[in-house]
Structure formats: structure tokens, C-alpha cells
């Protein structure tokens, strides 16, 4: 089992990667902007449970491919560019705040929920960090390896969802004020589809 002490400093490094600038607490502020609070924080969740299935995957062993696997890893970031595209396309060609039916798109809580989780497991750069990240706060003196591997997972989602929790209500709270603007709302769209695009190229262009 993992000690205190172990906990205690994995959990702190863990926040202060959740605080360093990366294309998921970019892509956390952006939804919380242009759909509000609540809706931010179902991303955040989405999130959170894209992680278990990274700690997962470096607990069996599954990380290992998309580190020695040139044609696993291009296939996933190909498929998180282009769900990133998909996203920046709907921002760029709204008016405002994009509907269908007549509903608001982001009145569905499962469609932001899915959205986190979809944004998280497309980037194999996440399993590949975690393949080396994680594996150095377990030892094999201390239990099963997977078991450590899992606490750790869940300490780390933790910290992001602390994280990420608090940029997007401030975030959202900002989005919220500025909803009430037809123009403001329009110049959020165009943004948030410049930085979907934006970390579409760079998601694209990464390596192992």
C-alpha cells in the first residue's frame, strides 16, 4: 500500500501539473466559457474518467503499446485531431450559442460528460506520461504494484478535478456574463474554435 508520505507528495506534484497550462485545462476553460459553470464541470468529470482509463491501462500493461507502437499511438492522436476539428467547426460556424431543436446543444449533461471523456482517452500522450510517471511512486515491497498504481490514479484524478473544478467556475462564471451578448458570445465561439484548432495541430504534430 502506499504510505503517507508518498500520498502526500504524489498528491502535490499532482496539482501542480493540473495547474501547468495543457490542452485539457485549456479545453476545460473554453467549455466553461461558452456553456457556463455546470456545464463545465461535466466536462471536468468527463475528464476525470478519461484518467481511470489511462491508470487502467498502465496497471495491465496496455500503456506500454502506445509507447513502442508507432501506428497505435498515430491512430489515437489522429482520431483526438479530428474530434478536436469537429468541435472547432461547431464553434466557428455559430452564431451564438449553437442549438439543435430548438435546445440548447449543451442542455445534454451525457453529450459534455462524454465530450471530457472522449478529449481525455484520444491523447496517448496521457497513457505514455502516466507509463512513466506513475510507476515511480510503487514498489513492489509494498503490495501489488496494479493496486498502487490505482490508488495513485485516483489521487491524481482528484487533484484535477480540484484543479479543474476551480477554473471552470471561474471560468463559466465569466462565460455566464458574457452570454448575455449576442456579439460577446459570437467572438467566444470564433475563439474557442481557434484554440480547438489549435490543439487539434498540436495533438496532430506530437510524438512519443
Known amino acids: 500500500m502506499l504510505t503517507f508520505d508518498i500520498a502526500l507528495s504524489f498528491f502535490g506534484i499532482a496539482v501542480l501539473l493540473a495547474l501547468a497550462p495543457g490542452p485539457d485545462n485549456v479545453f476545460v476553460v473554453m467549455q466553461s466559457a461558452m456553456w457556463g459553470r455546470r456545464s463545465g464541470m461535466l466536462v471536468v468529470l468527463g475528464l476525470c474518467t478519461g484518467l481511470i482509463g489511462h491508470t487502467a491501462a498502465v496497471a495491465i500493461g496496455l500503456a506500454a503499446i502506445f509507447a513502442t507502437s508507432a501506428t497505435a499511438f498515430n491512430f489515437l492522436k489522429l482520431a483526438g485531431a479530428a474530434y478536436l476539428v469537429y468541435l472547432a467547426w461547431g464553434a466557428l460556424t455559430a452564431n451564438g450559442r449553437p442549438t439543435t431543436d430548438d435546445k440548447p446543444l449543451h442542455s445534454s449533461g451525457l453529450a459534455l460528460y462524454r465530450r471530457g471523456i472522449v478529449m481525455n482517452l484520444t491523447n496517448p500522450k496521457v497513457s505514455i506520461f502516466f507509463l512513466a510517471f506513475l510507476p515511480q511512486f510503487t514498489t513492489p515491497a509494498r503490495g ?10 485516483a489521487l491524481f484524478m482528484l487533484a484535477t478535478l480540484l484543479v479543474f473544478g476551480v477554473l471552470a467556475w471561474f471560468a463559466g462564471a465569466l462565460g455566464e456574463k458574457m452570454q448575455s451578448s449576442a456579439r460577446w458570445q459570437k467572438l467566444l465561439n470564433r475563439a474557442a474554435g481557434v484554440v480547438f484548432l489549435g490543439l487539434a495541430v498540436k495533438l496532430a504534430m506530437s510524438h512519443r
Open 144 to 153: 501489488s504494484v496494479a493496486l498502487q498504481t490505482l490508488l495513485l490514479g
